[in-house]
């Protein structure tokens, strides 16, 4: 049960590591950006969603308050942003910590609107992903390793004299890791 559990989080690691590698480089070329807003007009208040991949960087941010959304969207509404030709590469690659933004804005006091925002480089969602598919190949490299030479799969005891199971663990010898 733990080895499938590891397994799943090492896979999903995998697509995290890709699909940050690949919005990354993607940066490069073109930003993308997709808000929603929705607004309870009976209660007056409003929730505003942005998330967008520029530069590096994933964004995401929520607005709400009291009033109107700004943009008065009740969608999501997508759209690519054309980059700026002069912009230097070293800006484009997002080498920059994560932050995270908390604000109370008043709009027309007393109307408040609370936002936060939190961005996030792509370069540290793959430092993130990489080592535990890492570990899972390793993992693997000694499953193999064990198998072949025949030793115990758990504990890499000796079992050419006791094929049935581990003297030293106790553990059958047909079940995985
Ligand atoms: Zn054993």
């Known amino acids: 049960m733990r080895a499938r559990a590891f397994n799943i989080l090492a896979v999903s690691s995998v697509l995290l590591a890709v699909a940050s590698a690949g919005l990354w480089a993607w940066t490069l070329f073109a930003s993308a950006r997709a808000d929603y807003a929705s607004h309870d007009a009976r ?12 530069a590096g960087e994933i964004f995401l941010a929520r607005t709400s308050g009291t009033g109107t959304f700004p943009h008065d969207r009740a969608k999501w509404h997508r759209y690519t942003v054309p980059l700026d030709p002069e912009q230097p590469l070293r800006l484009r690659l997002g080498l920059r910590l994560p932050r995270f933004d908390y604000r109370d804005v008043p709009i027309h006091p007393p109307l408040l609107q609370t936002y936060w925002s939190l961005t996030v480089p792509y370069w ?54």
């Open 43 to 54: 209660r007056g208040v409003f929730v505003g969603w942005v998330i967008s991949s520029s």
């Open 124 to 177: 540290l969602l793959v430092l993130i992903a990489v080592p535990l598919p890492a570990a899972w190949r390793v993992r693997r490299a000694r499953v193999r390793r064990r198998l072949s030479s025949g030793q115990c799969l758990h504990c890499g005891y000796d079992l050419r004299a006791t094929p049935e199971r581990c003297p030293e663990c106790g553990r059958g010898t047909m079940s995985g890791p």
